[in-house]
Every structure is written in C-alpha cells, then in structure tokens.
T-cell receptor
Framework: EAQVTQNPRYLITVTGKKLTVTCSQNMNHEYMSWYRQDPGLGLRQIYYSMNVEVTDKGDVPEGYKVSRKEKRNFPLILESPSPNQTSLYFC????????????FGPGTRLTVL | SQELEQSPQSLIVQEGKNLTINCTSSKTLYGLYWYKQKYGEGLIFLMMLQKGGEEKSHEKITAKLDEKKQQSSLHITASQPSHAGIYLCGAALRGSARQLTFGSGTQLTVLP
C-alpha cells in the first residue's frame, strides 16, 4: 500500500530534550516536506527536500533541522524543543512537478512542557 | 494576513443542505488542491485544479477554479454527516511545487 508513515504519532516531552520525528514513504517520491498545523494558522511549511541531500527552508524553519540521506526517509529533528513547538506535525511526499498530489502522513502530535 | 484566505472559517449546516467554501488569493493560483481532514488526523486528497475555468466533481463534491485563477470554490450538494471535517485549500503561489501554501481551513459541521 502506498503510504507516508510517521513515528511517533504522539509525543510528550520536556523543554530542551532533543527529539526526532521520523517520516518514511514507499512511493519513490523525490519531494518530501514537513508542515506544522496550529489552530487558526493552517498548515505552515517547515522544510522541504527536492531529492537526496537537497533540503531547503520553508516558511517556519527556526528551531528545526532535517536531513535527507535516503530517498524514502526525511526525519525532522528538534535539537532543543520549546513549548512554542507544541503542534501537530505532518510529513508529505510527492513526485516532482507543479501538478502532483502531495500525500500526507497521519500526523504527529507533539507537546513540549 | 494569510496568502490564501478561506471562507467561511466555520460552517454548520443541516443534513441535506448545499454549501460552498471559498479559497481566495491575491496571486495566481497554480495547482490548486483541496484536502479534507478529520479533526487531528491526516489529510485526504479530494481533487486538484490547474486550468482557469476548470471544474471537477467527485460524488457530491464539486470544485471550480475561476478563469483568472485567483479563486476556487468547493461545493457540496445534499450534505451528509460524513462530509463533516476541516476542508483545506493549498496552492503553489510562487509557480513552483517547492512550496505549497495552505489556507487556514474551514470547519464543517453537518447536523443530522
């Protein structure tokens, strides 16, 4: 089954404790992206990647890191999480090109205390 | 202000009623996407429009992209409780698939 998976689905942590949210897709997509969703703000893009070893900042990259060592994986790293990073996070992937559907993962709900 | 404005922000309708959700941009919309989201869950792709004047339908949901490609509407005919959720529009405002911008969503409640 074609899908985007994320782990963990739920995470409660404390300020400053490094964490990684994994994202994996099995569709051989070149493009992958991370979003955060907050009430009233919709989805905002954090980082995206056009291919292996190619990453770029989205609209809200501060406090986040990503890597793309393999085509299928695109982990999101929070080196020192803060409470304002409490949010619902989505990973997405698609083929390169303007008119290709983005497939979304199920989301990771992160709470930083 | 948001680059993609959705209206209304929330909508409560009686089952069986028709409804329309709008997505408006001050820039040209490239590859306009409509997604549905159940609260706190992932996004389900509904349809994508790319050409001005284009209209697509799936079951009781119809989406249109106006000729100037700056506004899209999503119309649901004879709404059902299963239509309830958050509807999000997304678009590549910069003419590139690298960065998609999303509206803040429309929360739809359908009363049985």
């Amino acid at each position: 089954e074609a899908q985007v998976t994320q782990n963990p689905r739920y995470l409660i942590t404390v300020t400053g404790k490094k964490l990684t949210v994994t994202c994996s897709q099995n569709m051989n997509h070149e493009y992958m992206s991370w979003y955060r969703q907050d009430p009233g703000l919709g989805l905002r893009q954090i980082y995206y990647s056009m291919n292996v070893e190619v990453t770029d900042k989205g609209d809200v990259p501060e406090g986040y890191k990503v890597s793309r060592k393999e085509k299928r994986n695109f982990p999101l790293i929070l080196e020192s999480p803060s409470p304002n990073q409490t949010s619902l996070y989505f990973c997405a992937s698609s083929l390169i090109g303007l008119y290709n559907e983005q497939f979304f993962g199920p989301g990771t709900r992160l709470t930083v205390l | 202000s948001q680059e993609l404005e959705q209206s209304p922000q929330s909508l409560i309708v009686q089952e069986g009623k028709n409804l329309t959700i709008n997505c408006t941009s001050s820039k040209t919309l490239y590859g306009l996407y409509w997604y549905k989201q159940k609260y706190g869950e992932g996004l389900i792709f509904l349809m994508m429009l790319q050409k001005g004047g284009e209209e697509k339908s799936h079951e009781k949901i119809t989406a249109k992209l106006d000729e100037k490609k700056q506004q899209s509407s999503l119309h649901i005919t004879a709404s059902q409780p299963s239509h309830a959720g958050i509807y999000l529009c997304g678009a590549a405002l910069r003419g590139s698939a690298r960065q998609l911008t999303f509206g803040s969503g429309t929360q739809l409640t359908v009363l049985p």
